[in-house]
């Protein structure tokens, strides 16, 4: 469980670093062919745009697994050790619930609608569902991550 | 069926943050538990998945990520030292000079970087220590390094005011960045006001005053980063770049000066580029729930019930103007500035632009009024981070904040009531 974690978090990792290290190139490169090149690149914005999506989806899993969301923990605080288990247990398990149902089943609904409607992008043709599908691929890594989080808190 | 809709909402809303649920995710349960009060299961849930994706697909925003980077960058990068020295050579003299050094430091930093956080951080690691040397208490130090970093959110480049600009449904990001200096640079020489007054009052000795030789030399070596400003500030207001582009050309330019200036190399630029992302899904995540929220109650109806509610108290503009700041300083009690531009920009510009206030003056008037909510606990981040980097309690910062909450209210009242203060610079430029 531990090294699946740990690997997971990694891959992610990685996965930030090249999404936003291709976001600087890409808006570079509009810049640069918009004033230098005068010709104006077609499809940068678009591409940028939907990488920030992946920034901001695939990024929730990995900020929820290294918890830096940031929490009220005033009340939380004052209770007993034994009953701060207890509700850390509860938060997490509504998370794992929450995310289930919303990047889960909603996401993969997303999904499926924009597959059968077979929706494109304007600009670079990619097939919508292509970029819903960060959605319910974080869900699970947020499930999991709760999940491994809940059999630790003890 | 408006007032169930936000019963549940508060009521889900307020429980989850008192057990300790991050806020992100108490915005975004409570807009589901709401939404499914009216709209079946799969739909429901859906739409809310949908509202995430597109809330966050915007060229708009994509300099959010840039600035955060580029601030990063600066962090790392030695940009924030050489902003220090230029303020040491400048103020250094008068009383209370390391807190004048902080403001004028964090006014500085704010005036290339995007974000209060980076600011208060850069700041707090690097003053902090020498403010306690020299007789500053620990409190005092971290009050002032977290209100002054919140003046870099009006003084542009700011993420915040390009949030607002997409909530208000397209205000000009020209106009709202050049309407934050003078509210910025006004906020700063009342905060430095109160600093020179508590250092003389506890009787810190002042420094030596720097031979113009000294300014000259620190200010050469702080150009190539105020000269950042001049492009991408001149860039955006000529036109010539979007904020997005200027905020890429922000990380070259930073990323770029930090090599030569070799405090980055290629060793630390991924662990610089995962800090810049992992602090971009926070901040994304906080921006699409909401965006659903503000999704749920447009669709609920609610913006129109509130309006119509503040109209029925009053149509006087001082009055109205007055109840929404009190409210916004509550709401900023306990929420974020971004979700709360988010949610509730929708719900009080209709009712100011109906009294003829200009929006771009509006947004300026409640990021300011939010600035005071994210030095406060409960959900103050910029105290967090603050207090964190100086290694002391919150309830140390609290007294010596009071005195310099107060100069930032008469800031905030005068920048209310005298819309000039925002809306002149703008129309020089014909924004």
């Known amino acids: 469980m531990n090294l699946i974690e740990n690997s997971l978090n990694a891959i992610l990792e990685k996965i930030l670093v090249v999404i936003l290290g291709i976001m600087v190139i890409n808006v570079s490169w509009q810049v640069f062919s918009r004033y230098v090149l005068a010709n104006p690149s077609s ?16 990024g929730t899993a990995y900020v929820s697994g290294k918890k830096l969301h940031v929490a009220i923990d005033i009340l939380p605080d004052k209770l007993s050790p034994k009953r701060q288990v207890r509700l850390k247990k509860i938060v997490n398990l509504i998370i794992a619930f929450f995310a289930t149902m919303i990047f889960v089943i909603g996401g993969s609904n997303l999904v499926y609608l924009s597959y059968i409607l077979g929706q494109k992008s304007a600009a670079l043709q990619i097939p919508l569902y292509v970029v819903y599908l960060c959605i319910p691929f974080s869900g699970l890594c947020i499930v999991f991550f709760k999940m491994c989080d809940f059999k630790k808190t003890s | 069926m408006e007032i169930l809709s936000i019963g549940i909402l508060l009521f889900s809303f307020l429980l989850l943050l008192t057990i300790g649920m991050p806020v992100a995710w108490s915005i975004i349960i409570s807009s589901v538990f709401t939404l499914l009060v009216s709209v079946p ?56 000079g390391l807190a004048l050094i902080n ?61 607002y600009s997409l909530a208000s449904g397209g205000a000009s990001i020209a106009a709202l960045f050049l309407a934050g200096y003078i509210p910025g640079i006004l906020t700063g020489m009342f905060l430095m006001i109160v600093a020179m007054i508590w250092a003389k009052k506890n009787k810190i000795p002042t420094r030596k005053r720097a031979p113009v030789s000294k300014v000259f030399s620190t200010f050469i070596d702080a150009l190539p980063s105020l000269m950042l400003l001049v492009v991408v500030i001149g860039g955006i207001v000529s036109g010539v770049f979007t904020a997005t582009e200027a905020s890429a050309i922000a990380v070259i330019y930073t990323l770029i000066l930090g090599f030569i200036y070799k405090e980055i190399n290629s060793k630390n630029f991924p662990e610089i580029l995962l800090k810049a992302s992992s602090t971009t899904a926070i901040v994304m995540f906080l921006i699409s729930a909401s965006m659903s929220m503000s999704w749920v109650l447009s669709f609920e109806n609610i ?44 719900i ?42 100086a290694n002391t309690s919150i309830q140390k910062v609290l007294k010596p904040l009071v005195p310099l909450f107060i100069a930032m209210v008469i800031s905030l009242t005068l920048v209310t009531y005298i819309p000039a203060l925002s809306l002149w610079l703008p129309s020089l430029f014909n924004l």
């Open chain 1, 43 to 58: 499809f940068t914005d678009e591409l940028a745009r939907y990488l920030m999506v992946w920034l901001g989806v695939i």
């Open chain 2, 41 to 96: 299961f799969i739909p429901g849930l859906t739409t809310i998945a949908q509202r995430m994706a597109t809330g966050i697909d915007s060229f708009a925003l994509l300099a959010i990520p840039f600035f955060i980077l580029s601030g990063e960058l600066m962090n790392r990068g030695g940009i924030a030292q050489r902003l220090i020295a230029f303020a040491k050579a400048l103020v250094g003299f008068l009383p209370g």
């Open chain 2, 103 to 163: 403001i004028i430091s964090a006014m500085l930093m704010g005036s290339v970087a995007g974000s209060a956080m980076a600011s208060a951080s850069a700041m707090g690691s690097i003053l902090g220590p020498e403010m306690e040397k020299e007789g500053y208490s620990k409190g005092f130090g971290v009050a002032v390094n977290i209100t002054s970093a919140t003046t870099g959110l009006v003084i542009p480049p700011s993420n915040i005011l390009i949030v």
């Open chain 2, 303 to 346: 913006p129109e019930m509130i309006s119509s509610g503040i109209m029925s108290i009053s149509d006087n503009k001082i009055v109205i103007l007055l109840l929404i700041n009190l409210t916004l300083l509550f709401i900023g009690i306990f929420m974020d500035m971004t979700p709360a531009v988010l949610i509730f920009t929708p």
């Open chain 2, 348 to 389: 009080f510009l209709p009712v100011v632009t109906e009294l003829g206030i200009d929006p771009i003056h509006f947004g300026i008037i409640m990021i300011l009024n939010l600035c005071i909510g994210l030095c406060t606990p409960p959900v103050g981040s910029v105290l967090f981070v603050g207090v964190g980097v």
